[in-house]
């Protein structure tokens, strides 16, 4: 913190895992709110005292959260038509409590040995978890895809599906 005084500012902790050392906040590696104080008490002749401020913070381990995966395409379970072999879109949407400290740090989809890693459009909102990549099949026939989510502190997540690549279709209506 500065003053526009260009004072000093002192830290009291008011509460919380950590401990205070000058305007360093070592943490204690548990978990909690922690509550701080920062104040500037003037120099008595030109300047005054700036009014107090307190914020308070959560401290959370991001081990405790696990990443929910839906796998929107391929669906687990389903035909995906395909005339020739091209490539098709892979897409997955995350969802984790706190995702404005847990970061999803890297997104892959394993399909037959073959690593696809998936990327975001808005990789600095944290409301959004929509991940996609395009993926060729080099053949027709079943898939297993392993969804890999590695989040904040190298914790990993993995959803597993299977889909079949086919050009044999008959003919459907919809309504």
């Known amino acids: 913190?500065?003053?526009?005084?260009?004072?000093?500012?002192?830290?009291?902790?008011?509460?919380?895992?950590?401990?205070?050392?000058?305007?360093?906040l070592p943490l204690t590696g548990e978990t909690g709110m922690i509550?701080?104080?920062?104040?500037?008490?003037?120099?008595?002749?030109?300047?005054?005292?700036?009014?107090?401020?307190?914020?308070?913070?959560?401290?959370?381990?991001?081990?405790?959260?696990?990443?929910?995966?839906t796998v929107r395409r391929p669906y687990d379970n389903t035909n995906v038509?395909?005339?020739?072999?091209?490539?098709?879109?892979?897409?997955?949407?995350?969802?984790?409590?706190?995702?404005?400290a847990i970061k999803f740090e890297e997104?892959?989809?394993?399909?037959?040995?073959?690593?696809?890693?998936?990327?975001?459009d808005y990789p600095n909102d944290p409301d959004n978890g929509y991940f996609y990549a395009y993926w060729t099949p080099s053949r027709y026939g079943e898939h297993t895809m392993t969804t890999t989510v590695t989040t904040s502190g190298g914790k990993i997540t993995t959803a597993t599906t299977t889909f079949n690549v086919t050009n044999e279709y008959a003919d459907v209506d919809v309504t």
């Open 35 to 69: 509550k701080i104080k920062a104040s500037q008490e003037g120099d008595g002749v030109e300047w005054q005292a700036a009014p107090s401020v307190s914020r308070t913070f959560e401290v959370i381990d991001p081990d405790l959260y696990t990443p929910e995966i």
């Open 1 to 24: 913190a500065t003053a526009t005084s260009g004072l000093p500012v002192s830290f009291e902790l008011l509460e919380g895992p950590a401990t205070l050392a000058g305007n360093i």
């Open 107 to 120: 997104v892959k989809c394993t399909i037959d040995d073959e690593d696809v890693i998936l990327n975001t």
């Open 81 to 100: 038509y395909l005339p020739n072999l091209k490539p098709i879109i892979l897409n997955v949407s995350l969802q984790i409590e706190h995702a404005n």
